[in-house]
């Protein structure tokens, strides 16, 4: 589902299924030029997020905060924020609702894989 906005831009209407996976932040992104909404809609779900930075690609690990965001619940990550696909919080699958312009993966993703020892294992 797509809604226009303002007559140049698209907003993309989609879901993400969220299955368990270790709790291990080991890859995190950012877009340079959107913001992204993101909102749980059956199981609540955690996200990993930092403050924007130059556009350097140091990745700042010391800033990286982990939220738990209730079923219902819409977050708006800003532009340069960094983040990744949410984990779910009990074991059972999410349906996530994600809200970005028309083909930001493709034209607005920056994607970095942590180093080993700069992983982030989430404590429940």
């Known amino acids: 589902v797509q809604q226009e906005l303002r007559g140049t831009t698209l907003a993309s209407f989609s879901t993400c299924r969220v ?7 080991d890859v995190t992104e950012y877009h340079t030029q959107t913001a ?4 749980p809609i059956d199981n609540d779900i955690l996200i ?3 403050p924007a930075t130059p556009c350097d690609g140091k990745i700042p690990i010391d800033k990286i905060v982990v939220f738990r965001i209730p079923k219902g619940t819409m977050v708006v990550l ?3 924020v960094w983040h990744h696909a949410p984990f779910t919080v009990n074991g059972r699958p999410a349906n996530v609702l994600i809200v970005l312009p028309e083909r930001t993966y493709a034209n607005d993703c920056e994607v970095f ?3 080993k020892e700069d992983q982030i294992h989430i404590e429940q």
Do not use: F, M, Q, Y
């Open 19 to 25: 299955e368990k996976r270790d709790l291990v932040i």
């Open 36 to 39: 992204e909404g993101i909102t």
């Open 48 to 50: 990993h997020v930092a």
């Open 78 to 80: 800003h532009p340069g």
């Open 113 to 115: 894989e942590l180093k």
